[in-house]
Protein backbone atom coordinates (compact mmCIF):
# COMPACT_ATOMS: atom_id res chain seq x y z
CA UNK A 1 0.00 0.00 0.00
CA UNK A 2 0.95 3.45 -0.02
CA UNK A 3 3.32 4.33 2.72
CA UNK A 4 5.71 7.20 3.45
CA UNK A 5 9.15 6.13 4.96
CA UNK A 6 12.14 6.88 6.76
CA UNK A 7 15.99 6.30 5.49
CA UNK A 8 17.32 6.79 9.14
CA UNK A 9 15.97 5.54 12.88
CA UNK A 10 18.18 6.96 14.71
CA UNK A 11 20.39 10.22 13.73
CA UNK A 12 22.88 12.00 16.58
CA UNK A 13 24.47 15.06 15.95
CA UNK A 14 26.77 17.30 17.55
CA UNK A 15 25.57 20.55 19.24
CA UNK A 16 25.72 23.49 17.10
CA UNK A 17 26.06 21.10 13.81
CA UNK A 18 23.53 21.27 11.28
CA UNK A 19 20.80 18.04 11.08
CA UNK A 20 19.35 16.49 7.99
CA UNK A 21 16.69 13.77 8.18
CA UNK A 22 14.99 12.34 5.39
CA UNK A 23 11.88 10.72 3.98
CA UNK A 24 10.83 8.52 1.31
CA UNK A 25 6.85 8.51 0.10
CA UNK A 26 5.58 6.76 -2.36
CA UNK A 27 2.50 8.56 -3.15
CA UNK A 28 2.77 10.73 -6.25
CA UNK A 29 -0.40 11.41 -5.63
CA UNK A 30 0.11 13.27 -2.59
CA UNK A 31 0.51 17.51 -2.68
CA UNK A 32 1.11 18.54 1.03
CA UNK A 33 3.71 17.21 3.24
CA UNK A 34 4.29 18.65 6.79
CA UNK A 35 6.85 17.52 9.09
CA UNK A 36 6.16 17.00 12.70
CA UNK A 37 8.50 16.48 15.91
CA UNK A 38 7.44 14.40 18.91
CA UNK A 39 9.19 14.75 22.04
CA UNK A 40 8.99 12.59 25.01
CA UNK A 41 5.41 11.95 26.70
CA UNK A 42 3.84 14.31 24.55
CA UNK A 43 1.97 14.60 21.12
CA UNK A 44 3.53 15.43 17.90
CA UNK A 45 3.65 19.28 16.91
CA UNK A 46 3.89 20.83 13.53
CA UNK A 47 7.06 22.46 12.18
CA UNK A 48 6.83 22.97 8.72
CA UNK A 49 4.92 22.09 5.68
CA UNK A 50 5.38 22.45 2.27
CA UNK A 51 3.11 22.28 -0.96
CA UNK A 52 3.75 20.21 -4.03
CA UNK A 53 4.18 23.00 -6.12
CA UNK A 54 7.44 24.13 -4.11
CA UNK A 55 10.79 22.49 -3.88
CA UNK A 56 12.22 24.52 -0.98
CA UNK A 57 10.50 26.42 1.67
CA UNK A 58 12.31 27.83 5.03
CA UNK A 59 11.23 28.71 8.36
CA UNK A 60 12.86 29.85 11.78
CA UNK A 61 16.37 27.32 11.64
CA UNK A 62 14.38 24.77 9.83
CA UNK A 63 14.26 24.13 5.91
CA UNK A 64 12.10 21.59 3.85
CA UNK A 65 12.93 20.14 0.44
CA UNK A 66 11.29 18.25 -1.50
CA UNK A 67 12.35 16.36 -4.58
CA UNK A 68 9.17 15.17 -6.48
CA UNK A 69 10.72 13.66 -8.95
CA UNK A 70 12.56 10.70 -6.49
CA UNK A 71 9.38 11.22 -4.18
CA UNK A 72 11.88 12.21 -1.47
CA UNK A 73 11.56 15.00 1.38
CA UNK A 74 14.04 16.18 4.13
CA UNK A 75 14.02 18.47 6.94
CA UNK A 76 17.18 20.49 7.70
CA UNK A 77 17.88 21.49 11.26
CA UNK A 78 20.37 24.49 11.45
CA UNK A 79 22.62 24.63 14.80
CA UNK A 80 20.90 21.92 16.69
CA UNK A 81 19.93 22.38 19.79
CA UNK A 82 19.59 19.93 22.56
CA UNK A 83 16.17 21.04 22.68
CA UNK A 84 15.78 19.66 19.07
CA UNK A 85 16.17 16.03 20.58
CA UNK A 86 12.61 14.52 19.78
CA UNK A 87 11.69 12.53 17.01
CA UNK A 88 10.68 13.12 13.65
CA UNK A 89 7.82 12.33 11.75
CA UNK A 90 7.55 13.35 7.89
CA UNK A 91 3.80 13.38 6.89
CA UNK A 92 1.33 13.50 3.89
CA UNK A 93 -1.06 14.80 2.78
CA UNK A 94 -3.66 14.32 -0.54
CA UNK A 95 -5.90 17.44 -1.63
CA UNK A 96 -9.36 17.77 -0.54
CA UNK A 97 -8.73 14.22 1.92
CA UNK A 98 -8.96 14.57 5.56
CA UNK A 99 -6.21 11.78 6.11
CA UNK A 100 -2.77 12.62 6.87
CA UNK A 101 -0.13 9.41 6.35
CA UNK A 102 2.38 9.13 8.68
CA UNK A 103 6.42 7.90 8.25
CA UNK A 104 7.87 5.83 10.36
CA UNK A 105 9.59 8.55 12.56
CA UNK A 106 13.65 9.46 13.04
CA UNK A 107 15.10 9.49 16.84
CA UNK A 108 17.34 12.74 16.87
CA UNK A 109 19.81 12.96 19.50
CA UNK A 110 21.80 16.04 20.11
CA UNK A 111 24.98 15.07 21.94
CA UNK A 112 26.01 18.23 24.17
CA UNK B 1 -5.38 26.69 28.47
CA UNK B 2 -4.98 23.46 26.38
CA UNK B 3 -6.32 23.32 22.72
CA UNK B 4 -6.79 19.48 22.56
CA UNK B 5 -7.44 17.71 25.73
CA UNK B 6 -7.77 14.03 26.46
CA UNK B 7 -8.85 12.06 29.46
CA UNK B 8 -7.68 9.71 30.86
CA UNK B 9 -3.67 10.36 30.54
CA UNK B 10 -2.84 6.88 31.26
CA UNK B 11 -5.45 3.42 31.60
CA UNK B 12 -4.64 0.60 32.79
CA UNK B 13 -7.14 -2.39 32.65
CA UNK B 14 -7.76 -6.06 32.48
CA UNK B 15 -8.01 -7.83 29.06
CA UNK B 16 -11.90 -7.88 28.16
CA UNK B 17 -13.00 -5.12 29.78
CA UNK B 18 -14.32 -1.91 28.16
CA UNK B 19 -13.21 1.25 28.10
CA UNK B 20 -13.28 5.10 26.66
CA UNK B 21 -10.79 8.02 26.40
CA UNK B 22 -12.68 11.36 25.98
CA UNK B 23 -11.08 14.45 23.83
CA UNK B 24 -12.09 17.84 23.26
CA UNK B 25 -10.60 20.37 21.72
CA UNK B 26 -11.08 24.48 22.02
CA UNK B 27 -10.09 25.54 18.37
CA UNK B 28 -13.30 25.55 16.80
CA UNK B 29 -11.89 23.02 14.21
CA UNK B 30 -14.18 20.80 12.38
CA UNK B 31 -12.37 18.29 11.79
CA UNK B 32 -11.06 15.43 14.70
CA UNK B 33 -8.81 12.29 14.75
CA UNK B 34 -7.70 9.40 16.52
CA UNK B 35 -4.18 8.39 15.50
CA UNK B 36 -2.59 5.14 17.66
CA UNK B 37 1.33 5.14 18.19
CA UNK B 38 2.60 1.52 19.07
CA UNK B 39 5.88 0.59 20.67
CA UNK B 40 7.63 1.84 17.55
CA UNK B 41 6.51 4.93 17.44
CA UNK B 42 4.50 4.47 14.17
CA UNK B 43 1.57 6.59 13.94
CA UNK B 44 -1.80 4.97 11.89
CA UNK B 45 -4.82 6.77 11.62
CA UNK B 46 -7.90 5.09 13.11
CA UNK B 47 -10.84 7.66 12.48
CA UNK B 48 -11.62 11.26 11.11
CA UNK B 49 -14.71 13.14 11.84
CA UNK B 50 -15.66 16.23 10.33
CA UNK B 51 -18.63 18.05 11.71
CA UNK B 52 -19.80 14.89 13.98
CA UNK B 53 -19.77 12.96 10.64
CA UNK B 54 -17.35 9.90 9.98
CA UNK B 55 -14.69 10.81 7.14
CA UNK B 56 -12.19 7.89 7.17
CA UNK B 57 -12.36 4.28 9.53
CA UNK B 58 -8.96 2.79 8.43
CA UNK B 59 -10.24 -0.83 8.92
CA UNK B 60 -10.53 -0.49 12.85
CA UNK B 61 -11.75 -3.96 14.65
CA UNK B 62 -15.68 -2.90 14.89
CA UNK B 63 -14.50 -3.24 19.28
CA UNK B 64 -13.38 0.37 18.43
CA UNK B 65 -16.17 2.80 18.37
CA UNK B 66 -15.89 6.57 17.95
CA UNK B 67 -18.20 9.27 19.35
CA UNK B 68 -18.58 12.39 18.35
CA UNK B 69 -21.61 14.48 20.36
CA UNK B 70 -20.48 17.78 18.77
CA UNK B 71 -17.50 19.16 16.55
CA UNK B 72 -15.53 19.80 19.50
CA UNK B 73 -15.31 16.38 21.02
CA UNK B 74 -14.56 12.81 20.05
CA UNK B 75 -14.90 9.76 21.95
CA UNK B 76 -13.09 6.61 21.45
CA UNK B 77 -15.06 3.32 23.35
CA UNK B 78 -13.19 0.17 23.06
CA UNK B 79 -14.60 -2.99 23.79
CA UNK B 80 -13.81 -6.36 24.90
CA UNK B 81 -9.18 -5.02 25.46
CA UNK B 82 -6.85 -7.15 23.71
CA UNK B 83 -2.73 -6.95 24.47
CA UNK B 84 -2.46 -5.62 21.13
CA UNK B 85 -4.43 -3.10 22.37
CA UNK B 86 -1.48 -1.66 24.24
CA UNK B 87 -1.06 1.52 22.46
CA UNK B 88 -0.58 5.50 22.89
CA UNK B 89 -3.98 6.79 21.82
CA UNK B 90 -4.00 10.38 20.17
CA UNK B 91 -6.31 12.48 19.47
CA UNK B 92 -6.06 15.54 17.12
CA UNK B 93 -7.73 18.38 15.45
CA UNK B 94 -7.40 20.19 11.87
CA UNK B 95 -8.88 22.93 10.98
CA UNK B 96 -10.11 21.70 7.41
CA UNK B 97 -11.24 24.28 4.87
CA UNK B 98 -8.17 23.46 3.24
CA UNK B 99 -5.86 23.85 5.99
CA UNK B 100 -4.62 20.34 6.83
CA UNK B 101 -2.35 21.44 10.04
CA UNK B 102 -3.22 18.67 12.67
CA UNK B 103 -3.21 19.58 16.71
CA UNK B 104 -2.47 16.75 18.71
CA UNK B 105 -3.21 15.82 22.09
CA UNK B 106 -0.99 15.26 24.84
CA UNK B 107 -2.37 11.03 24.64
CA UNK B 108 -3.62 8.30 26.17
CA UNK B 109 -1.33 5.40 27.12
CA UNK B 110 -3.22 2.46 27.35
CA UNK B 111 -1.77 -0.60 29.03
CA UNK B 112 -3.77 -4.14 28.75
CA UNK B 113 -2.59 -7.04 30.92
Redesign the interface.
Known amino acids: GENVGLHLPTLSVQEGDNSIINCAYSNSASD ?1 F ?1 W ?1 K ?1 ES ?6 II ?1 IRSNMDKRQGQRVTVLLNKTVKHLSLQIAATQPGDSA ?1 Y ?1 C ?1 E ?1 IGGY ?5 G ?2 T ?1 LQVIP | DTA ?1 SQTPKYLVTQMGNDKSIKCEQNLGHD ?1 M ?1 W ?1 KQDS ?6 MF ?1 Y ?1 NKEL ?2 N ?1 TVPNRFSPKSPDKAHLNLHINSLELGDSAVY ?1 C ?1 S ?1 P ?1 QGN ?8 SRLTVL
Do not use: M
Open positions: YIYQGKGPQFDVFANQKVTFTGK | VTYYKKFLKISNIIEFASGRELFFGEG
